[in-house]
């Protein structure tokens, strides 16, 4: 018996007032076989997907793959994320 893998359809968007980042789960990451630059972070089980790069390699994978998603914008004046472990 053939298991379809669950995609998750809905993402959030984190910006503040110098750049942005789309926050995707590492497992998803790793299921569209994306390779991230080192300007995107990692903390816990997700990736911070950095807007001009990273994140348009996401969009990229999804729609090769004919999965639609959505996004949330989420503004933060001060994120964390900058503070977040480097991706690779």
């Known amino acids: 018996m ?4 669950e995609t998750q359809n809905s993402y959030r968007f984190f910006s503040d007032p110098g ?19 080192g300007y995107s972070y990692i903390n816990g089980d997700y990736h911070y997907l950095e807007e001009d790069c990273d994140a348009p390699l996401f969009d990229e994978a999804k729609q090769a793959r004919g999965e639609a998603y959505s996004i949330e914008e989420v503004y933060q ?12």
């Not at 995707?24 to 630059?37: D, F, H, T």
């Open 19 to 37: 750049h942005a980042w789309l926050q995707v789960p590492s497992a998803e990451i790793k299921r569209l076989g994306i390779k991230p630059s």
């Open 77 to 88: 004046e001060h994120t964390p994320i900058r503070s977040y472990r480097r991706c690779c």
């Open 2 to 5: 053939r298991r379809e893998i």
